[in-house]
Structure formats: C-alpha cells, structure tokens
C-alpha cells in the first residue's frame, strides 16, 4: 500500500520569506499523481498545485512550485513571497492512476505566516 | 462556482446514537468519498462511492456505514456513536476516475463530538 509522510509538523515564517514544505513517499508504481492540497483555518480544503509522475518538468502555479524527485519519491512544496493568507494546514496526496485511483494524505504540516 | 455541501458543521451526539451525516454535491460528479480528519494522522478513507448504489471500504471503515442513493446525495452512517468517532469528517467529490482529473473537490467538514 502507498504511504505518504510530511515529516514537519509545523512551520513558521515571517511574511514575504521562501518556505518550502517536505513530502515523501512510497510506491512500487512507476505512473502516478501527487498533489498538495491547503486548509485555511475554518475552511475548505483545496487543491493547491498537481503532479503526473511522467512529467519531469515541475509544476507550478504563480507562487507556488514543486521539487519532484522521482527517484528519491519526494515531493516538496516552495512558497515563494509568503503572504498571510497562506496560513494553513497543507496536506500532500498521492493518487495512483490504476483502479480506483484513491487519494492517499499525508499527515499535513501547519504553516503559520507571521507579519 | 462547484459545490460540495455537507449539512451540519458541528454536531454533538451521545454514545450510542444513530448519526448521519449528509453530503451533496452539484457538480454531476461520479466519485464521492467521505474521509476523517484526525490531528497528526492526516486524512483517512472511510468509504467511497463510483457511482450510484455503488460503494467501497476504504481504509477505515469498521463503525461507519454509506448510502448513495441519487448521484448527488452520499451519507455516512454511524450505526452506534462511540467517543473514538469523535473527528472532523470531511466529504469529497471527483467528475471520474476515467477522466484523469483526479482532482477533489471538498466540502466544509462537519466536526463530531460523540459524549
């Protein structure tokens, strides 16, 4: 069975600084999606930026890049110029793309931007 | 704007009871799964649902049970409340796993208390 690890419970920064959040973890599949996902406090959980594992170029979404690392199953995620509504729990998936293609969660990592 | 709707934000319910917890989405989506949402465990399946009547367990489904009766509406069922079911329940909808989106969309989570 896939599993999924955010080894940082939790993380502070000062507004505008570079934060990058870790991710690993543990298939024996060669295709695949990893995903980062954000919960602001009090709301919902959305999608924040997405992988397929056959794209060696790293995604990124204005701010926000990945460093995949096939290889070494590590999926980290790079906040450029924190803002403070960054703040939030940030949960890092992995899909495989065979059968029912379940969503597998890490244990999330609470970010708190101060100003 | 896609929704994802679960009925109540926060319940309180004794040991024992019959819970239900009710999600609805209206974006035509096929998948719908429910997950519990547990400090430092991250996010666990508890069921999902390919489509109409259709379901499965995921990973911790002992306690819980699931109706999908219309397309739109996906229930959990808690058959007899225990204090160990005390968690945020989040609901989740995807347009299909053949559609290799692979993206879920979540409700706002309904937070539990069994006493």
């Known amino acids: 069975a896939q599993t999924v690890t955010q080894s940082q419970p939790e993380m502070s920064v000062q507004e505008a600084e570079t934060v990058t959040l870790s991710c690993t973890y543990d298939?024996?599949?060669?295709?695949?999606?990893l995903f980062w996902y954000k919960q602001p406090p009090s709301r919902q959980m959305i999608l924040v930026i997405r992988?397929?594992?056959?794209?060696?170029q790293n995604a990124t979404e204005n701010r926000f890049s990945v460093n995949f690392q096939k290889a070494a199953k590590s999926f980290s995620l790079k906040i450029s110029d924190s803002q403070l509504g960054d703040t939030a729990m940030y949960f890092c998936a992995f899909a495989s793309i065979q059968g029912a293609q379940k969503l597998v969660f890490g244990q999330g990592t609470r970010l708190t931007i101060n100003p | 704007d896609v929704k994802v709707t679960q009925s109540s934000r926060y319940l309180v319910k004794r040991t024992g009871e019959k819970v239900f917890l009710e999600c609805v989405q209206d974006?035509?989506?096929?998948?719908m799964f429910w997950y519990r949402q547990d400090p430092g465990l991250g996010l666990r399946l508890i069921y999902f649902?390919?489509?109409?009547?259709?379901?499965e367990k995921g990973d911790i489904p002992e306690g819980y049970s699931v109706s999908r009766e219309k397309k739109e509406r996906f229930s959990l069922i808690l058959e007899s409340a225990s204090t160990n079911q005390t968690s945020m329940y989040l609901c989740?909808?995807?347009?299909?796993?053949?559609?290799?989106?692979?993206?879920?969309?979540f409700g706002a989570g309904s937070r539990l208390t069994v006493l």
């Open positions: 649902s390919y489509d109409v009547k259709m379901k």
């Open positions: 974006m035509d989506h096929e998948n």
């Open positions: 298939t024996s599949e060669n295709n695949y999606y």
């Open positions: 992988q397929e594992a056959y794209k060696q």
């Open positions: 989740a909808s995807r347009e299909s796993f053949r559609s290799g989106a692979n993206v879920l969309t």
